[in-house]
């Protein structure tokens, strides 16, 4: 039973940074991509009957949707300690988040509200969309905008499909979408027929906000988004498997499970038909701070996610040999891609093989005292980079300026 003190402990022990366990999700509807660094014979532990692992969640105090054969734990991620003994995040949360988030943050947020994965697939999933707070709330879950980021260290490989459907062609109408959902089971019911792709490019991302229809194409794909796994497939086949209809209203109410009009309302309509769609949604790394100063000092900072109050990303790439203090607004967690060295007094390094049930140290969370204080990043190879991926839940002041106006 993990109470304050437990995590009190954990958190001095580690000097404010605590060390995580890989946190694995298995999808019976996709195909794994295997590019996540887990052992090809585990691609399937969770059994092949819950289908290949795709996906890998970090610092995630929210349990997966995956219908009724989901485990206890799924999604959940655990907090490993110095004396090798282990607690949920989720609950450390729960017992004590102001030691973990900030008093202020428990009391605005109640939480730690966002959910960051890699998502790894051998070709594209379905055209699908992710309910806003209004559709999800009525199911009991809360709205789901997402961002990416395709890191280039996982995506030397781009797989089958390298593109991402997203959105709809300006001048589809909902008479077009309607007759794609009365045909569902023809087969493919056409719905990509009225979207535009877009080439996937490492090192650049996308924000895709509630209600904006999506195939994710076949780069991994880091993704910050709000803590929901609420989704409805709107595209009856894909690759040459079939989609079934529950993958469409798995987050819709009974009554409304067949109410064409109602799963088309779901859709921001506006944003899908956006005829400037790739300007108003893809994003580029923007510098912290200009580069001709923090390479003076041995690293590099970008935002790859930014734009919304509801997350935000950095990633942080400290050169050979330096060592710097980093400080940071608010707790986040974090996952390291690429070198090896030290994060306070904790070792980093980006594995080459997981084995499933195996930790690692790429995987850690920064409590907000740390982060404001200062983290210490030491890169310990005299040639190869160390690169960091950083993720921050809502609010985070330091993203602020590049908030879009609405």
């Known amino acids: 039973m993990v109470n304050r003190s437990i995590v009190q402990d954990a958190i001095n022990a580690g000097e404010g940074i605590l060390r995580l366990a890989p946190c694995w999700v ?11 660094r887990l052992h090809p014979d585990d691609l399937y532990a969770f059994g092949a009957n819950r289908g290949g692992i795709n996906e890998r969640w970090f610092s995630s105090t929210t349990k997966a949707s995956n219908g009724p054969l989901t485990t206890e734990d799924e999604g959940l991620s655990y907090v490993v300690t110095n004396a090798g003994k282990k607690f949920l995040l989720k609950d450390g949360v729960d017992e004590a988040g102001d030691l973990l988030l900030g008093a202020d ?18 070709g594209p999933i379905p055209h699908h969309m992710h309910q806003d707070d209004e559709f999800a ?4 879950f809360k709205g789901k905008p997402e961002a990416y980021y395709f890191p280039p260290q996982y995506n030397q490989i781009k797989n089958n499909f390298p593109y991402t459907f997203m959105g709809l062609e300006p001048g589809t109408t909902k008479d077009d979408v309607r007759k794609c959902l009365e045909n569902w089971n023809k087969g493919d019911n056409g719905i990509l027929g009225f979207a535009r792709a877009y080439l996937l490019e490492p090192g650049t991302g996308w924000q895709i906000d509630p209600g904006i229809l999506h ?18 497939m709107f595209q009856s086949e894909v690759d040459g498997r079939l ?7 798995k987050d819709v109410p009974a009554d409304k499970q067949h109410d064409l009009d109602y799963l088309i309302a779901m859709l921001d309509w506006d944003a899908n038909v956006n005829p400037e769609f790739g300007k108003s949604n893809k994003c580029f790394p923007t510098p912290v701070k200009p580069f001709a100063e923090t390479e003076k000092l041995g690293y590099r900072e970008v935002w790859v996610t930014y734009g919304t109050r509801f997350y ?3 990633e942080l790439t400290v050169l050979p040999g330096q060592k710097v203090t980093i400080t940071d607004a608010e707790a986040y967690g974090c996952i390291v891609v690429q070198g090896h060295g030290s994060l306070g007094k904790q070792p980093v390094s980006a594995p080459t093989m997981i084995r499933f ?3 690692t140290e790429d995987e850690y969370f920064i409590t907000k005292a740390s982060a404001n204080q200062g983290v210490v990043v030491e890169n310990k190879s005299i040639s190869d980079p160390l690169v960091i991926l950083k993720h921050f839940g809502p609010g985070n002041p ?3 300026p590049l908030k879009k106006k609405k």
């Not at 943050?105 to 051998?122: H, P, S, T």
């Open 243 to 249: 989609v079934d209809w529950s993958l469409l209203v």
């Open 105 to 122: 943050v428990m009391a605005r947020e109640k939480g730690w509200n966002i959910l960051c994965k890699f998502f790894d697939n051998m």
């Open 398 to 400: 330091d993203a602020e």
């Open 312 to 314: 935000s990303a950095k």
């Open 215 to 232: 195939a994710p194409g076949s780069l991994v794909t880091y993704e910050p988004q709000v803590n929901s796994d609420v989704f409805a």
């Open 357 to 359: 049930g195996q930790l």
């Open 137 to 140: 709330a009525r199911v009991g």
């Open 26 to 36: 298995p999808r019976s509807f996709m195909i794994p991509g295997r590019r996540l």
